[in-house]
């Protein structure tokens, strides 16, 4: 094989690297296999910058050195290939709000209690944002917590009329808990003869 | 018996007897761990046995191959070496085919099946391609190795995370948690009042951060009806329960005012 | 700005991905900006191979895509830049390896038959750990041992588009026939130490 030439060698190095690669590091390299001096080593970068010259690639200079980078003006068509995948929302986000939902006006604290443990800030802070909880004023305890409702967005969003079209609690429990309300204590002491 | 063993003819090579450890195999007792790991097992050995005689393992004499297998493995036990079992039971293999050929036998093979020697030879073969495989795998050009994928920095554009999708019926399966666990700890409060109730209550509430200081009155709304001036009402106590709002009335008889409680003494909170 | 061509729109794709790109994720990125078809991007990645012919980088296709690489030539001069010499794997990490590909899918035992020792715990985590190795299933004998094959991964390492690219395993002599031809005379040779 002929010797390949010195854009060639830097190229590879370039690109081969994880992190900009600076001169010294570029003469460094060349020269544990060929006399060079960064002149040449200069000289040979402007010829690659110019090979680079069209394409979806550039070759830029940043503060620790060079590297290969994609053209802002494709950065959108990278952007189709990162689309990320439809998040959930977390239990805790969606427990918070059907709490909101169902025993609004309500405060954070009581939230906290019902659920309890403590109601992240990040997650009424998205509540919020989303416009699917509103602040409807402040308890007049220690602190004015404030009092969170659902809004009429909320209501749109989960395509219900008002909130009495939310199923009531009780149909909600567990089908053991329905079924103990419904035949009394008699199937509940059946159920656990242990508990007194 | 260490001494006995080393004078003794230790291996043939074709048929030249050998009384040493051969100089490229030699390895002084303390080494001999760091010997034993330069082969991957018994099968390995025996493969570099049969190259040490440059034959095909097809034309391998195995009876030669066998006794310098049991040599090294007697000098290996004479240096109290811990051999792993693998090459015991090897050496229990081989020395079953020796013992084979001492023994007078039918011309005819009488089972070839479980003919140790068969068996031997189907796995020498076996473990020597996948050995030449290893080596070929090995000399393929890898990552890292011998190639390196372009690496290029990609600009960023200022993007809007997507909302995740919801259901209702998600929103209700959260609920029925909270249930759960509620009724575990014993709180029954979770369900107290009418939805109708407290969906009322929050109008309230937000009417009066809004307006501050209203007649009772004008939270009633005739149109609705008797339920719903029900409604407002039981908002309206219930309010109050919870210490949210405060009813004010001047003297008795004059009107009755409803305010956020705290509203007025409060000039910090936004 | 005018319409960049789909082959710079690809190069733009492919340099940006972390993973090799399929010919799939790019038609889903493309289409999302504009109609395209595989056939056309196919044709495009044509022109961008021919375009990437002289350099110091190829365009080639492994197992779960396309991806730029420094041509394996230019292997000397990158060497000089790392500090770290790439890993060398021990003989029983790469028969395990071989065996594991060539034989798929296979339990450890299978392994052990082969190599005619036990397969430490190590290599196999170790495998597992690179993504180059898989649990497939477990087979229904006592134990339920674990069935393991090789990963997409493996052959994008190993510069592979499918496993039929492995270099040929050698083939395996007709061991009845052969051990018929040995023992009928290795007992003369016995007798008669002389021939051979």
Redesign the interface.
């Known amino acids: 094989m002929t010797q390949p030439t010195l854009d060639v060698v830097l190229e590879a190095l370039i690109f081969a690297s994880d992190a900009p690669l600076s001169l010294d590091a570029m003469v460094d390299a060349v020269s544990a296999r060929q006399d060079v001096t960064r002149k040449a080593v200069r000289e040979a970068l402007e010829q690659l910058q110019a090979r680079y010259q069209s394409g979806a690639l550039e070759l830029i200079e940043v503060a620790s050195g060079y590297r290969f980078q994609v053209r802002q003006a494709y950065a959108g068509w990278v952007q189709q290939l990162e689309q990320e995948k439809p998040q959930r929302y977390s239990r805790a986000f969606l427990e918070t709000l059907a709490i909101i939902a169902y025993r609004q006006p309500v405060t954070r604290g009581e939230i906290e209690d019902v659920r309890g443990v403590a109601v992240s800030s990040n997650i009424m802070r998205t509540l919020l944002d989303h416009g699917w909880v509103r602040v409807v004023g402040h308890k007049d305890v220690p602190g004015r917590p404030a009092i969170y409702a659902t809004t009429r967005h909320f209501l749109d969003y989960f395509n219900l009329k008002g909130l009495d079209e939310l199923p009531p609690l009780a149909e909600l429990r567990d089908p053991e808990q329905l079924a103990r309300e419904l035949f009394g204590e008699q199937a509940e002491t059946e159920a656990e003869p242990t508990e007194s | 018996m260490a001494d006995v063993q080393t004078e003794q003819v230790i291996a043939r090579i074709g048929?030249e007897p050998v009384r040493e450890v051969p100089q490229d195999l030699y390895i002084p007792p303390d080494a001999l761990e760091v010997f034993l790991e330069t082969f991957?097992?018994?099968?390995?050995l025996l493969l570099y046995l049969i190259r040490k005689q440059n034959v095909d393992i097809?034309?391998?004499?195995?009876?030669a191959v066998t006794e310098q297998y049991m040599e090294y493995i007697r000098v290996m036990e004479a240096m109290r070496f811990e051999l792993?079992a693998?090459y015991l039971v090897?050496a229990a293999t081989l020395a079953e085919i020796k013992s084979r050929?001492l023994l007078p036998?039918r011309q005819e093979?009488e089972e070839?099946e479980d003919?140790p020697?068969?068996e031997l030879?189907?796995?020498l073969?076996?473990?020597?391609?996948?050995?030449?495989?290893?080596?070929?795998?090995?000399?393929?050009?890898?990552?890292?190795?011998?190639?390196?994928?372009?690496?290029?920095?990609?600009?960023?554009?200022p993007?809007e995370?997507?909302?995740?999708?919801?259901s209702?019926a998600?929103?209700?399966?959260?609920?029925?948690?909270?249930?759960?666990?509620?009724?575990l700890?014993g709180?029954h409060h979770?369900?107290k009042e009418?939805?109708?109730t407290?969906?009322r209550?929050?109008e309230v509430?937000?009417r009066?951060?809004r307006d501050k200081f209203v007649p009772f009155v004008t939270l009633f709304r005739v149109e609705e009806g008797r339920l719903g001036v029900v409604v407002t009402f039981l908002a309206v106590l219930e309010?109050v329960k919870?210490?949210?709002i405060?009813l004010i009335q001047n003297e008795p008889f004059s009107p009755i005012h409803v305010r956020?409680?705290?509203e007025n003494h409060?000039a910090t909170?936004a």
Chains 1, 3 share one sequence.
Do not use: C, N
């Open positions: 048929e991957e097992g018994p099968l390995d097809l034309a391998v004499d195995v009876s792993a693998e090897m050929f036998r093979a070839e003919d020697r068969a030879i189907r796995r073969l076996e473990y020597e391609r996948y050995k030449k495989a290893a080596e070929d795998l090995d000399a393929l050009p890898r990552l890292e190795r011998d190639l390196h994928t372009a690496q290029v920095s990609v600009p960023k554009l993007r995370k997507p909302r995740p999708q919801v209702f998600e929103l209700l399966d959260a609920m029925r948690g909270v249930l759960k666990r509620a009724e700890h709180h979770v369900e009418k939805l109708s407290r969906e209550m929050s509430l937000e009066l951060s309010l919870e210490s949210m405060e956020v409680r705290g409060d909170d």
